[in-house]
């Protein structure tokens, strides 16, 4: 996934209410920008971090600039947009990195409760697979959790998965790692442990558990390898 337009750096100040970020550019002018990610951001906002935006190119727009990118003073990389991971997830799909599927198709109503699936398709054997995307940038080390705060709706993605499975399809868990440090990815006990006790169910039900490894610079943000799921 490119950035269509070159991103912009800026040192962060302050990320509050969720969906806003005060940060400083290089001029040394103050602005505030758009947050797309509705997570804790633990170890991804901290006040001095350099960050990169993207400009909608809309004056008029409230926030004209959106925060995408951000790094530690380790000198790793995190892309804190959460709306990018269905973009690379697609990416990696049609590319066949995961394994082959065709009729690919993003958004589609499916389940008990007629939620929608960020990807469907139909593998190399025929079978309908359903793929939830979740973005991972929790990292402790090199070791990525998910959640970074307890998540309902995660847990709720995965009993429609379930359900998917036990009705005779193909159901999974892609996490895109938009962190560069991380290594493995485990459910989040320690965050939320109903999810991780989902996810043990969910596994004995048949969902299937993937998480992609994705190089993030200024310019782009390519998947590069598969990396285990604990």
Not at 167 to 178: I, K, Q, S, T
């Amino acid at each position: 996934m490119k950035f269509l337009n070159p991103l912009r750096p800026a040192v962060l100040i302050k990320r509050y209410k969720r969906f806003l970020a005060d940060v400083q550019l290089p001029n040394g002018d103050v602005i505030t920008i758009h947050c797309p990610n509705t997570g804790a951001m633990t170890g991804c906002a901290r006040p001095g971090m350099k960050i990169w935006m993207s400009d909608s190119g809309n004056p008029k727009r409230k926030y004209r600039y959106t925060w995408e990118l951000a790094e530690t003073t380790e000198g790793d990389m995190i892309c804190v947009n959460t709306q990018r991971a269905n973009q690379i997830a697609g990416e990696l799909l049609q590319q066949g990195m995961l394994e082959p599927f065709t009729e690919l198709t993003a958004e589609q109503k499916y389940g008990y409760d007629n939620r929608r699936i960020d990807w469907q398709g139909i593998d190399a054997n025929g079978n309908l697979t359903f793929i939830e995307v979740k973005s991972v940038t929790l990292a402790v080390q090199q070791q990525g959790y998910f959640p970074d705060t307890v998540s309902e709706r995660a847990r709720q993605h995965l009993a429609s998965l379930q359900t998917m499975a036990s009705e005779g399809h193909r159901a999974m868990v892609l996490y895109v790692v938009l962190h560069s440090a991380i290594r493995q990815v485990s459910a989040a006990e320690h965050i939320d442990a109903k999810y991780a006790e989902a996810c043990i169910m969910a596994k004995q039900a048949g969902v299937e558990f993937n998480a992609i490894q994705c190089q993030i610079s200024a310019e782009e943000i390519k998947p590069s390898a598969m990396i285990c799921v604990k």
